[in-house]
């Protein structure tokens, strides 16, 4: 590379330079305008320097060849091979070099030794000057052409033995020629390329400024920090928001996650782009993201309630558009776990106080019978009825308290007994049950799971032939609580979306219900357990909570 080369990059970088200092303070369609200028500024440089590198293959594949018959013909001349060795050579074969580098244009013809030593040259100065051989092969006998560097200057240089009748090497005739510059190769190119040059450079004048003029106008006039200013508002005021907030494309990928979306759906930034089906949201919310209730019905639209496995969320999800065509959906979300939390001990307690109307109602019309049994003067009859019932009360409570020794928990089971009796189903406890005094903040949670399952199971077997809840409770080994029903059984299909808020098995039930269901896995889940359901042997579901043995500590 020569200094003029060096001089070239220089320019370049600094009109590179230039260019990017241009663009600061300019607007956005003259910013695009330097920038497609720089690229066909380097578009150019690049067809130039592909032009300059395809004229150097093609120079040395020419000259090199014609290297090699120049110095054939010199190492064939009588003279050379006969007085290669004499003392006087370098005058003795002066004409001959001289010829060599007239017929051939050449810069330099020489005659060397067999160990590189300049016996001959066009360059008297040269003549005792030791040249490297380097990688020729005319030292072996063979012609050879390639590059070397002869006083500083790159050169192709074609080597071709003087050989005795014997084939043994007596000198080496060699011819070079230097590399032409870049510049020279280049306007070696013709004026073709020049034009197709100066076209495209017109070309991409143009096309730059059009494209420029339509960046401006798709961006409405708005300037490259005007853009940058509205975006990290935006980005500022979305991540801030304390409720969470998705958008999902018409496509159904992902194109909005704020932090506290990604909190509460338990996902990274990462899934923005990607389909809402594969970002590993929980399967209920996904099947709401990609729902149709987003109010375009003409009704505004409204929350629904959704538990995951962790979670309870409040969804609210409307259509998005953008001058006038849909683009998508957006959807805000709150984290209503510990309201669902409430609303479990609320229903706990709604069941108690449904539990002592019905005991209320039953020792009601037993006090009536006894009553009437009085009056009529029926005392025998009296004493009978009064031990029967207390026979009976006290089956039940011996039947549960000989097994669970939590009282709350207990208590709860006597209580469900008598509801589920009002309504006609047989409630019992399984006999190889077995329970310890649990901690008061377990015991209420497990109210809360068995409440909950009890009341499920009782609601889908009334009405079936011989309708019975059977309830099974271990702590041998962790918590595990089953309650298994003679309903109709809950559908392969439905057995993860029942424990969403809102879905239930049974038909009968407007607008559905099962947040009983999804507050037992809520509550499972903050334990560290599951749920599952399954079809009984003898038919209807069987429900299995399982809490792990850390959670299970005794009273």
């Known amino acids: 590379m020569d200094a003029k080369e060096v001089l070239d990059i220089k320019n370049i970088s600094s009109a590179r330079s230039a260019v990017v200092g241009l663009l600061r303070g300019r607007s956005l369609a003259g910013q695009f305008l330097a ?98 051989l380097g990688p020729s092969r005319a030292d072996e006998g063979r012609a050879w052409f390639g590059d070397a ?68 106008r798709h961006t409405r006039g708005l ?88 979670k309870v969320l409040a969804l609210s999800r409307r259509a998005a558009t953008s001058q006038g065509q849909r683009i998508g959906t957006v959807t805000t979300m709150r984290d209503s776990t510990e309201l669902a939390a409430l609303q479990g001990q609320l229903s706990s ?15 009601a019309n037993q006090l009536h019978t006894i009553s009437g049994l009085v009056q009529l003067g029926e005392y025998d009859a009296v004493r009978d009825l009064v031990g029967t019932l207390t026979r009976r009360r006290a089956e039940i409570s011996d039947a549960v308290t000989q097994r669970i020794s939590d009282p709350a928990v207990a208590a709860l089971l006597i209580a469900k007994t008598s509801l589920a009796a009002e309504s006609g189903v047989a409630l019992t406890l399984d006999p190889a049950s077995h329970l310890t005094p ?30 019975r809840v059977t309830v099974a409770i271990d702590d041998l080994d962790g918590l595990a609580i089953s309650v298994l029903d003679s309903g109709p059984g809950v559908p392969e299909h439905l057995r993860e ?8 098995s049974k038909p009968d039930v407007p607008g559905g219900r099962g947040i009983g269901l999804a507050l037992v896995r809520l509550v499972t889940a903050q334990h560290g357990g599951t749920v599952d359901v399954c079809d009984a042997p003898e038919g209807g579901a069987l429900f299995l909570v399982r809490l792990t043995p850390s959670v299970h500590s005794h009273a």
Do not use: C
Not at 246 to 269: C, F, K, W, Y
């Open 35 to 132: 920038f497609q200028l720089m690229v066909v500024a380097v578009v150019l440089i690049a067809v130039a320097a592909v032009s300059v590198a395809q004229s150097t293959s093609e120079f040395r594949e020419v000259r090199g060849q014609r290297m090699i018959a120049v110095a054939e013909n010199m190492a064939s001349a009588p003279i050379v091979r006969d007085r290669y060795a004499d003392p006087f050579a370098a005058r003795t074969l002066a004409a001959d070099v001289d010829r060599a580098v007239a017929l051939s244009g050449a810069s330099l013809a020489e005659i060397l030794g067999p160990d590189g030593t300049v016996r001959a040259s066009s360059v008297p100065t040269r003549v005792g000057a030791q040249m490297d």
């Open 149 to 216: 560097d002869i006083d500083g200057i790159h050169s192709l240089v074609g080597q071709v033995p003087v050989l005795s009748s014997e084939g043994d090497v007596l000198a080496i005739a060699s011819v070079s020629e230097g590399y032409p510059s870049a510049w020279t190769l280049l306007g070696g190119a013709g004026e073709r390329l020049l034009v197709y040059l100066g076209l495209g450079a017109a070309l991409g004048l143009v096309a730059s400024w059009l494209l420029s003029r339509r960046i401006k």
């Open 223 to 310: 300037e490259v920090t005007e853009i940058a200013s509205l975006a990290d508002h935006r980005e500022a005021l979305l991540h801030s928001i304390r409720e969470g907030v998705i958008g999902v494309s018409n496509d159904g990928d992902i194109t909005v996650l704020n932090d506290s979306a990604q909190d509460l759906l338990g996902v990274t930034g990462e899934a923005v782009g990607h389909p809402v089906s594969t970002a590993g949201i929980d399967p209920a919310v996904v099947s709401f993201l990609v729902s149709d209730e987003d109010g375009r019905g003409g009704g505004p639209a409204q929350d629904t309630v959704i538990a995951t496995r962790t």
């Open 349 to 363: 307690h709604k069941s108690v106080t449904d539990t002592l109307r019905a005991q209320t109602h039953e020792f």
């Open 438 to 467: 649990l901690d008061p903040a377990l015991a209420t949670d497990v109210i809360t799971l068995l409440g909950n399952l009890i009341d499920n199971a009782v609601e889908v077997s009334v009405g079936s032939p011989d309708a």
């Open 497 to 504: 979306a029942i424990f969403a808020r809102g879905v239930t």
